[in-house]
């Protein structure tokens, strides 16, 4: 399975202050979410979503559609 890049920035803006989200992860549980990309001045986060998670491996559609 291809690794998902961390660090690369999404097409979506962070609701709190308008900065770019990207790709994180957690060094605990090794999940990947979404961070504000003005971390630590922004702490905002999400989920990372699937088809994100698809398309950051390099998919260019999801399975089944």
């Known amino acids: 399975m291809a690794k998902i ?17 990207v790709i994180r992860q957690n060094r605990t549980t090794q ?19 699937e088809d994100v998670k698809m398309r950051a491996m390099g998919a260019k559609r999801l399975p089944g559609f």
């Open 31 to 49: 999940q990947h979410f979404l961070g504000c990309i003005n971390y630590p001045r922004c702490q905002y986060t999400e989920p990372l979503p």
């Open 5 to 21: 890049p961390e660090g690369k920035t999404v097409k979506k803006a962070c609701p709190e202050c308008g900065g770019d989200l």
